[in-house]
Structure formats: C-alpha cells, structure tokens
C-alpha cells in the first residue's frame, strides 16, 4: 500500500506492509528510491534528481546497472580493480559512485575513470552518459535469492531501513507494484526494453550466478568489454581479493568502510531455501512466471 504525499514528475510515497509497517520513498518517473537519511548526500531528491540528469559524462565513465542486493558492491570492487590496474581495495564505498545518493558535485570530482553505480533505469541516468555511448554493465541474479538479501540487508542492525516486518510481510511486498526499491519484475523487463529500444548503448550483462560459479570466466569477459590489458596471474589475484570472505573481512576494516560491513552477508546461491516455506515458494514462482512470461533472462536458483 502506498500513500501519495507530492505531485508532480517527483512524489513522496509512504510504502506500508500488511501489517503495518512503513517507510517512506521517493518516485521519480520510472523509479521507486529509498529515502535514507543516511545514505542521501543532498536535502531535496527531485532537484538532485534533474541535476543528475544534465551531468557532464566522459567517454571513459563506466556504468554499473542492477536490481538492488544483485551483487553491485561485487563487481564494482573487481571493475575498480581491472581499471586500476591494482588488487588493492578501492578505498571508499561504492556508495560514494551512487549516482542516486551522491550528489552531482561530488560525483562529477571522482578520478577518471569513473565506476558508476545505481539502481535506477536507463530513463533516470545522465542523459551525456547515454549519448556518449558510456559502456554499461549490468547484472543479474535470481529472484528468490535477491529477495532474501535484500530482507536481511533492510532489517539488519546499522541499516537506515530499519525495517521491522517479518520474512513473510516483506515478501508481500516484494511481489507488489510499489515496493521500497523499484519492482523486481518490471526493473528486470524495463531494462529489456531499454536496451532493445537502444541498440547501440554499450552493454555487458552477467549473471551473478556465473560470476559465483566461474569467477576466472567472467572477470576475463568482463576485461575484454572494459577493453582492459591483463594476464590470467592479475586475474586470479583479482578473484582471490574479490571471494565473498576476502572482500567481506577486508574491505570493511578500515574507519571508512566498516559501517557497510552490514551490506556483506552470505553472498551464496540458493539461500533462498532456507527462507521460502512451500507455500511461499509456490506463489512466488507464480508471480515471477506470469511478470517475466515475455523476458528472455534465464535465472539459476543452485549451482
């Protein structure tokens, strides 16, 4: 349920659960983003908003596009890697190249080249950054797993969520129109849909499974796209720094990194059974199958 406190292209929507739960987001055409005092970087999200959109873009940019909990922290952490030429963690947060939390001052100071990251559809980036043909990456993890992390990532301690509701209460809303980060089906369908209206947009499209099941692969794939020079030895260095355990324990020890520590969980695939009663498996299979009839994305729930 949502209740509308603005109008106009930017509204204020109170998101209640089933059992009466809320939070508070901000809709801005296509997108549904959270208003987390502690994460914003600015006071008014629609003036940020239409700032981000006339932001100057450099044809180095680099943008990281994904659902919420579809391991963007990951992949930010190995593209910083192979565009730095170094195993060293980078030394802030991703959040600090969120295009939606960040403000457009403070992204547009970033070091060349610059990693981007959101949530947000192609509608909502920067306009130059898709004129300019910056490359996109974009990622894809399965549902059921999406929905567990992104559970236990708004109910954890130290999270500006601080969402109460149960497993169960926050599920419902998952599968709901308006939900407190942009619906998954229509997220997932809607970038379909832009790329396929934009052909020429430059993106690279992994599965977080295959990052989990073959990291070596897929990070050399991913060099390639990124048009970046490396020997399998980097590679494997790369891999090693950036297993889940590695990444978890050392990125986050540092004064400007452990308050994300939270954000690091398990990072496995199908966790999800162990959250899922039968019936809620049953009708969430339901959901995806009849939201995502017509796309073209393959999901892994095991490995």
């Known amino acids: 349920m949502a209740e509308n406190t603005g109008n106009g292209l930017g ?4 998101i209640r659960d089933k059992s009466g739960n809320t939070m508070s987001v901000f809709k801005y055409g296509e997108d549904v983003i959270p208003l ?34 579809a391991g963007t922290h990951w992949i930010w952490e190995i593209i910083m890697m192979l565009t730095r030429g170094s195993t060293v963690y980078a030394a802030g947060p991703k959040e600090h190249a969120m295009l939606e939390f960040r403000s457009a001052e403070k992204l547009d100071a970033l070091d060349s080249p610059r990693i981007f990251n959101t ?24 549902p059921k797993d999406t929905a567990v992390s992104l559970y236990n990532h708004m109910s954890a301690k130290g999270s500006a969520f601080a969402y109460k509701g149960s497993f169960d209460d926050f599920l419902s809303l998952f599968m709901s129109d308006i939900f407190p980060h942009n619906a998954w089906p229509g997220y997932m369908t809607g ?10 947009v430059p993106r690279h499209i992994i599965y977080y499974e295959d990052l989990k099941q073959n990291p070596v692969h897929e990070v050399r794939m991913l060099a390639s796209y990124l048009n970046v020079t490396c020997t ?3 590679i494997g260095e790369i891999v090693d720094k950036c297993s889940f355990d590695n990444l978890k324990n050392g990125k986050t020890d540092s004064p400007d990194t452990t308050k994300w520590k939270f954000m690091y969980r398990k990072g496995e695939v199908g966790d999800w ?12 299979d339901k959901y995806i199958t009849k939201e995502t009839e017509k796309s073209n994305f393959k999901f892994k729930y095991t490995l």
């Open 11 to 14: 509204e204020i929507l109170e």
């Open 36 to 69: 987390n005092k502690g994460l914003l970087d600015f006071v008014l999200p629609q003036e940020h908003m239409l700032r981000l959109g006339d932001m100057e873009a450099r044809d180095d940019d680099i943008m990281i596009c994904a659902h919420t909990k």
């Open 119 to 142: 949530h947000l559809r192609l509608s909502n980036l920067p306009k130059k950054l898709v004129e300019r043909k910056c490359k996109i990456v974009f990622l894809v993890r399965n």
């Open 191 to 200: 970038w379909e849909t832009d790329f396929a209206l934009n052909p020429d």
């Open 232 to 234: 399998d030895s980097f």
């Open 273 to 284: 059974k162990n959250w899922f009663t039968v019936a809620q498996n049953e009708a969430f």
